[in-house]
């Protein structure tokens, strides 16, 4: 079945200091995938998106490439910021009818002044 | 705008009783998710809905059922609650394909 892989935490950086963090994928078909993010107490919320192959979603300088010759969807951000601290999840969607919402296990960034 | 939202935010149950979680949401979604999200699992999808009426079994549904009788509510039930079952539940709904999932702010469920 459909499946996210991503890497295991924490991961610990100074503020400033270049983000990657890594998502594979397994899926029949073509999905669409995300990166949620999710801070302490609160429930999860769209950082970005991807809905096709080469397609690069952005936001708040976080940025992620669909390579589907890779099967991955990396995370990356050019510059942390403290406020950045959180648990981001990889997921994707598959595009049948059936639509279902699969997420990694969660990757908790910690950002130090 | 509510969004998505859960009833109760907190609960504490005792081994074999019973609770329904109750998801609302007022954006007309045809998607609907309840997940569990336990530390380092990640969340894990129990059961979804691809419309009013419809359910179908995710990566964990054992030990709970849902019911889909309105549109804009999804109710999670807990039948015969077990330790096992302590965790955070999360309910997201979605437009369609591709599209961004909501997330409700959960429910911290403790079984003793």
């Known amino acids: 079945g459909d499946s996210v892989t991503q890497m295991e935490g924490p991961v610990t950086l100074s503020e400033e200091a270049f983000l990657t963090i890594n998502c594979t994928y397994t899926a029949t078909g073509y999905p669409s995938l995300f990166w949620y993010v999710q801070y302490p107490g609160e429930g999860l919320q769209l950082l970005l998106k991807a809905t096709k192959a080469d397609d690069k979603g952005s936001n708040k300088g976080f940025e992620a490439t669909y390579r589907k010759e890779t099967t991955s969807f990396h995370l990356e951000k050019g510059s942390v910021q403290v406020s950045d601290s959180a648990v981001y999840f990889c997921?994707?969607?598959?595009?049948?009818?059936?639509?279902?919402?699969?997420f990694g296990t969660g990757t908790r960034l910690l950002v130090s002044p | 705008n509510a969004g998505v939202t859960q009833t109760p935010k907190f609960r504490v149950l005792k081994t074999g009783q019973s609770m329904t979680l109750l998801c609302a949401q007022d954006m007309n979604h045809e998607y609907m998710y309840w997940y569990r999200q336990d530390p380092g699992m990640g969340l894990r999808l129990i059961h979804y809905s691809v419309g009013e009426g419809t359910t179908a079994k995710g990566e964990v549904p054992d030990g709970y059922n849902v019911s889909r009788l309105k549109k804009q509510n999804f109710l999670l039930g807990l039948e015969s609650a077990a330790p096992s079952q302590t965790s955070v539940y999360f309910c997201?709904?979605?437009?369609?394909?591709?599209?961004?999932?909501?997330f409700g702010q959960g429910t911290r469920l403790t079984v003793v």
């Open positions: 997201a709904s979605r437009r369609g394909t591709g599209g961004e999932a909501f």
């Open positions: 997921a994707l969607s598959d595009n049948t009818g059936f639509q279902k919402l699969v």
